[in-house]
Nanobody, 120 residues
Framework: VQLQASGGGLVQAGGSLRLSCAAS????????VGWYRQAPGTQREMVAL???????NYADSVKGRFIISRDDAKNTVYLHMNRLRPEDTGVYYC???????????????WGQGTQVTVSS
């Protein structure tokens, strides 16, 4: 199983970006996918998470600005980031709990990070 994250870049404060996380490989079920970010000198933190039952959670700092969505046909989860702030700067990672076969417990996978830089 591989997770491919993309869509980062440099944007001015107030702007928008859309991140994508595409899963590939032997996938029986994607239990949930989350977006996490890590700024220099800080711990990785959850930004948004969506489950296969459409349960969604957001960090308080992004509520009302970010939207997580998924396209099951493409095994892809998106993070729509609006009204970006300089404090949103960091490396964004996607992580997913994936079941590869129904007889083996799900395991967590990480994608590579994508840099988001918001200038003031």
């Amino acid at each position: 199983v591989q997770l491919q994250a993309s869509g980062g870049g440099l944007v001015q404060a107030g702007g928008s970006l859309r991140l994508s996380c595409a899963a590939s490989g032997s996938i029986y079920m994607i239990n949930y996918v989350g977006w996490y970010r890590q700024a220099p000198g800080t711990q990785r933190e959850m930004v948004a998470l969506i489950s296969n039952m459409d349960s969604i959670n957001y960090a308080d700092s992004v509520k009302g600005r970010f939207i997580i969505s998924r396209d099951d046909a493409k095994n892809t989860v998106y993070l729509h980031m609006n009204r970006l702030r300089p404090e949103d700067t960091g490396v964004y990672y996607c992580g997913a709990m994936i079941t590869t076969t129904p007889t083996i417990p799900a395991t967590h996978h990480w994608g590579q990070g994508t840099q988001v830089t918001v200038s003031s």
